[in-house]
């Protein structure tokens, strides 16, 4: 782990290249949110973004804030943070390339392909929340609401939220541009310690009907290993 | 008599304390577990975490932005009289759901599960839950809220004769192997296993002991306690930290398990993995209204825990 670092969105392909898993990152500028119906909405319903995602809240947060409209377009967030986003793998890829994103801030990761493809060809890079949950921390870094879009189409929590954030963070980088993955190198780090959990038990118990027979599968997927 | 008007108070109370102060109990076990980390990843995770908690109280900003699916459970001692009946109080646990949600800029979650219609305050078709149980020789109400998000970590299966203790171990190394690993489950977690009852109730009873119970409470049977107390040291075995990281500190703040009485050849198993937003929060309301915020609910007492016919 290095020292904590600054940066401000738009983010340049440099920034994100220069980062590392283990890095600890707070952002000062615009970021802007999205779950699955940002992405059909975009992606598949073809509806193009009201802003220049790429020149001015180049990173796109897995999450919906908690978040309400007091009067007609005064929007007040409270706390925020990030939801899993292994869900999305068939979306990022074409978010990435289409609109410039240059972070992807999340939960738990994803798959280390994507890292490999995606991330690593157009300089991009996953950012984890902490502890998957200092959402009021989070809230405290979100100073003001620039915009929220499509909230008559996606519903206020699915819609595209525009935060303006500082000292926004940390998040840790848990895929870089080179393809490495925080969370994969932890699962291959503890999974010694369940085949050994595992090995107390006998085989009755572990063959039992109706269950898998490798529990050690990793959660997430893409389309080169769905289930 | 307690009015309708002080119940809906209690219920916003109950609410607002669930939202944003993280019970004692857990944050002094993540203390512990802080000290205990020895690995710099998540330890510094520990700090944030315990960031994060002074920050929401003092703030008053929901700990969690995923303020889940509000839900209450409710104990009423058995001498408790309301002025306006059961139904004016779950009208006023409504209405005070729906004020906490716009009042605290809670994120309104609860939609329809089909047309994703969503309402804006948390309340709908049988939302917020609001479950039941009754106390001898008492005449106050007490409400506890809890907020949890919910998509991963729980587990069910259906143990059969022959599976033993073996069953359980094989289900709770499952549930933490596939939910754990990526932190998915927001470790550190507070686990809550339900053994026995039937399908639906060791569900529920896994939830009840995850969220209803403090950290460091064993189980009355001295036969639940001692595997209570094994579970836990053999999920911190597994060596994981904060949010999933190989660590030191534990994946595990406790194991609480409920049993409830069981078929003869079966054996229901639920397991719930409590996130580190482990968000519950007590008002009990007396006869003459006034409200008591407490610590630990009394949802699970010798009375509800009985055996034998009376």
Partial sequence: ?227 | MISADVLENAVYEAHRLAATILPSDVRLAFERMHRRETEPLPQRVMAEILDNVEIAETDQRPICADVGVPRLYVVVGDKCKLADGFVQFERAARQATARITKDLAMRSNRCHPLTRENPGHNVGVFAPNIEYRFEPDADWLEITAVHKGGAFGSDFRMLVDGDGVDGIRKGLIDAVAEFGRRGLTCPPVTIGIGLGGTKDQAFAIAKQAAQLRPVGDRHPDPVVAELEDELHEMVDGLGLGAMGYPGSGGYATDVHMEIAYTHSALTPLGIHQLCQAARRAVIRVSQDGTMEPRDVPAWFSEYSRREGVQ
Avoid at chain 1, 75 to 93: L, N
Avoid at chain 1, 156 to 171: I, T
């Fill in chain 1, 1 to 227: 782990m290095t020292g904590d670092i600054h940066l401000t969105t738009p983010l340049s392909e440099e920034d994100a290249r220069n980062l590392r898993i283990g890095d600890f990152v707070y952002l000062d500028g615009q970021i802007h949110t999205g779950r699955a119906l940002v992405y059909q909405h975009t992606l598949e319903s073809a509806n193009d973004p009201p802003i220049d995602i790429a020149n001015s809240c180049n990173v796109q947060m897995h999450g919906a804030p908690a978040g309400v409209e007091d009067e007609p377009g005064q929007f007040r967030v409270s706390s925020i943070q990030a939801t899993a986003s292994f869900r999305y793998w068939r979306y990022v890829g074409d978010y990435i390339e289409r609109f410039g994103v240059r972070a992807i801030i999340g939960k738990g990761g994803m798959d280390q392909s994507l890292y490999e493809d995606v991330f690593a060809k157009y300089g991009a890079v996953f950012l984890t929340t902490v502890g998957y949950g200092i959402a009021a921390k989070y809230g405290r870094g979100v100073i003001g609401v620039e915009a929220v879009y499509w909230k008559e189409q996606l519903g206020l929590p699915e819609a595209m939220w525009v935060l303006n954030v500082k000292d926004f963070g940390p998040f840790i980088v848990d895929g870089d541009c080179t393809g490495a993955s925080l969370a994969a190198q932890g699962v291959a780090a503890v999974n010694k310690n369940f085949r050994e959990a595992y090995a107390t038990l006998p085989q009755h118990i572990l063959k039992r009907m109706g269950e898998v027979d490798d529990s050690l599968a990793e959660e997430v997927i893409t389309d080169k290993k769905v289930r």
